[in-house]
């Protein structure tokens, strides 16, 4: 059983940053690929960004958050960070945190993933 927990959304201006959290306790987080999804009012919920297991070398991006967005798995294992620069409106969204013990390698599809966390949102005003 895996458990996650997101933290660190809230609202920014066009141009600002935020950093999104995810805590992972259960099964050791460090041992399968975790990656973000984000879901907008009335649309469907879309693939943010991906990272592999282990020391996390191997990282896939939506074409949308390229060389915006940066995933990455903190120093203590259980950690995902999500960095989110120069932020657009376009980008509100409730944004989740998903992982599943099966794979080591990341996948954009959300069936990959059996584990999600609640969810943080993140607004940004224009």
């Known amino acids: 059983q895996v458990q996650l927990a997101e933290s660190g959304g809230g609202l920014v201006q066009a141009g600002g940053s935020l950093r999104l959290s995810c805590a992972a306790s259960g099964r050791a987080s460090s041992m399968y690929a975790m990656a973000w999804f984000r879901q907008a009012p009335g649309k469907e919920r879309d693939f943010v960004a991906a990272?592999?297991?282990?020391?996390?070398?191997?990282?896939i991006y939506a074409d949308s958050v390229k060389g915006r967005f940066t995933i990455s798995r903190g120093r203590a294992s259980n950690m995902l960070y999500l960095q989110m620069n120069n932020l657009k409106p376009e980008d509100t969204a409730v944004y989740y945190c998903?992982?599943?013990?099966?794979?080591?390698?990341?996948?954009?599809?959300?069936?990959?993933?059996?584990?999600w966390g609640q969810g943080t949102q993140v607004t940004v005003s224009s």
């Open positions: 990272v592999s297991a282990n020391g996390g070398d191997l990282t």
């Open positions: 998903s992982a599943d013990p099966r794979w080591t390698t990341p996948a954009r599809s959300a069936s990959n993933y059996g584990y």
